[in-house]
């Protein structure tokens, strides 16, 4: 199945295993585990005080992400490829999205890994300090983060490869959720890799 670039929400639920930034793989918490059908939807989360996020795609909404979905990537005007992520969470302090100088405002790293070598580091990374925007029932969104794939990797080694999105966020009480998809990132449709020369 491949994201729509239209930011329109199309995807509910994805497993809920999740990894954290040393890489280790874990399950998400016995709340979760212990419902019937396992959705990691801000509906069916743990009540508030368990924190929670959701990565998703999308630059003006936000449009959930599951297994295997496929992302186109963007060519940004200074020549860097990025794809357009965000996320769904509560159970954290949001801070304020109107002012990115806010000491409340909460921590997001996402992080790009190739599927093949998990423990490899990152085809490209990206944190911003910024508060997350109310959506009602004490949940928030982070809308538009552009993650840009390393440039000094070869573009071969992002287009149309399957990895693994992680996000982290990271509130000012030191309250943690993290999620992660696995998707194949396609390759802008207009360009084409240069052929290398001896």
């Known amino acids: 199945m491949q ?8 995807f509910a639920g994805h497993g809920c295993q999740t990894r954290d930034l040393t890489g280790n793989w874990s399950l998400r918490t016995a709340a979760l585990l212990s419902l019937v059908a396992v959705s990691c939807t801000p509906a069916d989360e743990p009540e508030l005080g368990d924190a929670w996020v959701v990565v998703g795609a999308g630059e003006e909404s936000y449009s959930e992400l599951v297994d295997e979905d496929e992302v186109p990537i963007v060519q940004g005007p200074q020549g860097g490829f990025m794809i357009a992520l ?4 509560g159970g954290v ?5 109107l ?3 806010k000491p409340a405002n909460p921590r997001a790293t996402f992080q790009a890994f190739p599927s093949e070598d998990p423990e490899a ?9 910024r508060g997350l925007t109310p959506i009602g029932g004490k949940a928030f969104e982070l809308l538009g983060t552009w993650l840009i794939f390393d440039p000094s990797l070869p573009v071969e080694s992002y287009f149309d490869t399957d990895m693994e999105i992680v996000v982290t966020l990271v ?5 943690t959720a993290s999620d992660s998809v696995a998707i194949t990132a396609l390759a802008p449709l207009e360009y084409t890799v ?3 020369t001896q």
């Open 121 to 129: 580091a990152p085809l490209g990374s990206i944190t911003v300090v």
């Open 3 to 10: 994201y729509k670039p239209t930011y329109v929400r199309q």
């Open 171 to 175: 509130d000012t009480e030191g309250d």
């Open 194 to 196: 240069p052929e290398t």
């Open 99 to 101: 002012d990115p100088t």
């Open 93 to 97: 302090v949001g801070g304020d999205p």
């Open 86 to 89: 965000s996320l769904q969470a």
